[in-house]
C-alpha cells in the first residue's frame, strides 16, 4: 500500500513562492508516476501539473505552466512542486496522487480519477 503525505503549504501573499513536497513510502517510487491535483471549496479537483514514472516528461494545466515546476528526487522518494508568482486564485488544498506505470497515458495524467493514491492534502492560502 502507498502512503503520500503533503507538506510546505501556507498562507501567503500574491506573487510569493512555496514549495511542496510529497513524500512517498510503501512502494518503489520509480514505479509510480506522480501528480498534484488541488480543490477549492465547492469545486471540482482540478489537475496542477504531473511528471513520469522516469521523470523525463512533465505536464502542466496552462492556468500554472510557467509559474509552477514539478519535480521528483527518486533518492528521497519526493515530488515537489515549485510555486512561484501565486495568485489568490491558487488558494486550494493541494493534493499529491500516484499511479502505476505504464497504466495511464499522457493524456490521462490529467485526470484525477486514474490515480491509484492520494494524500490528505496541504493548504495553500494567497492573498491579495
Known amino acids: 500500500q502507498v502512503q503520500l503525505v503533503e507538506y510546505g503549504g501556507g498562507s501567503v501573499h500574491a506573487g510569493d513562492s512555496l514549495r511542496l513536497s510529497c513524500a512517498f513510502s510503501?512502494?518503489?517510487?520509480?514505479?509510480?508516476?506522480m501528480g498534484w491535483f488541488r480543490q477549492a471549496p465547492e469545486k471540482s479537483r482540478e489537475f496542477v501539473a504531473t511528471?513520469?514514472?522516469?521523470?523525463?516528461?512533465?505536464d502542466y494545466s496552462p492556468s500554472v505552466k510557467g509559474r509552477f515546476t514539478i519535480s521528483r528526487d527518486d533518492a528521497e522518494n519526493t515530488v515537489h512542486l515549485q510555486m512561484n508568482g501565486l495568485k489568490p486564485e491558487d488558494t486550494a488544498v493541494y493534493y499529491c496522487?500516484?499511479?502505476?506505470?505504464?497504466?495511464?497515458?499522457?493524456?490521462?495524467?490529467?485526470?484525477?480519477?486514474?490515480?491509484?493514491?492520494w494524500g490528505q492534502g496541504t493548504q495553500v492560502t494567497v492573498s491579495s
Open positions: 496522487g500516484a499511479y502505476l506505470r505504464d497504466t495511464v497515458s499522457t493524456t490521462g495524467a490529467t485526470m484525477p480519477q486514474l490515480y491509484d493514491y
Open positions: 510503501g512502494r518503489t517510487f520509480s514505479d509510480y508516476g
Open positions: 511528471i513520469t514514472w522516469t521523470g523525463d516528461n512533465t
